[in-house]
T-cell receptor
Framework: QKEVEQNSGPLSVPEGAIASLNCTYS??????FFWYRQYSGKSPELIMF????GDKEDGRFTAQLNKASQYVSLLIRDSQPSDSATYLC??????????FGSGTQLTVLP | NAGVMQNPRHLVRRRGQEARLRCSPM?????VYWYRQLPEEGLKFMVY????????ESGMPKERFSAEFPKEGPSILRIQQVVRGDSAAYFC??????????????FGPGTRLTVL
């Protein structure tokens, strides 16, 4: 059974700090990796995706992928209170369906 | 540039009634996925459809649940004889055609189903 594991948190960081969110996955056949942000009572919003080993940067966000270790992370630089949300790691393979982790709740303290 | 649309946004049903949830994908997207989020739980895949085809229904409960994506009109997730355990947020996502991309999925606002 495919599993995606995330630290449930909550994770608290001060405003302006770097928030680091981690995710591991069990299926070595996984091909694409996604980070979604979900505010309470809202739908998931795609932040980034990555499918090659290494880093991918987009603004304040950096996704990191290490397929050998089956590990994905998301770094949020210069964290803002508006970044406070639940961050969902999702993984897909050839089947295209997404398998989600349980999410990490992030709070950025002003 | 409309995103994924779902309706209704909130739906209240009594036990034993039927629930119909609708989803219109983003313009240019031909793949539709349904996910369920139970209270205090993660998102779980239910079904993946293309026009007039169910591609993968491995996450659908065996009874009472069905889905379709007709040639014309929105995708429909149908729940017959609802029970209280069906109360959840149901999200639809869509993605562009497979060729040339990894098929990133964009989510609609969801339908919050409450079964009394």
């Amino acid at each position: 059974q495919k599993e995606v594991e995330q630290n449930s948190g909550p994770l608290s960081v001060p405003e302006g700090a770097i928030a680091s969110l981690n995710c591991t996955y069990s299926d070595r056949g996984s091909q694409s990796f996604f980070w979604y942000r979900q505010y309470s009572g809202k739908s998931p919003e795609l932040i980034m995706f990555i499918y090659s080993n290494g880093d991918k940067e987009d603004g304040r966000f950096t996704a990191q992928l290490n397929k050998a270790s089956q590990y994905v992370s998301l770094l949020i630089r210069d964290s803002q209170p508006s970044d406070s949300a639940t961050y969902l790691c999702a993984v897909s393979g050839s089947a295209r369906q997404l398998t989600f982790g349980s999410g990490t709740q992030l709070t950025v303290l002003p | 540039n409309a995103g994924v649309m779902q309706n209704p946004r909130h739906l209240v049903r009594r036990r034993g009634q039927e629930a119909r949830l609708r989803c219109s994908p983003m313009k240019g997207h031909s793949h539709v996925y349904w996910y369920r989020q139970l209270p205090e739980e993660g998102l779980k895949f239910m079904v993946y459809l293309q026009k007039e085809n169910i591609i993968d229904e491995s996450g659908m409960p065996k009874e009472r649940f069905s889905a379709e994506f007709p040639k014309e009109g929105p995708s429909i997730l149908r729940i017959q004889q609802v029970v209280r355990g069906d109360s959840a947020a149901y999200f639809c996502a869509s993605s562009p055609p497979a060729s040339g991309g990894i098929g990133e999925q964009f989510f609609g606002p969801g339908t919050r189903l409450t079964v009394l």
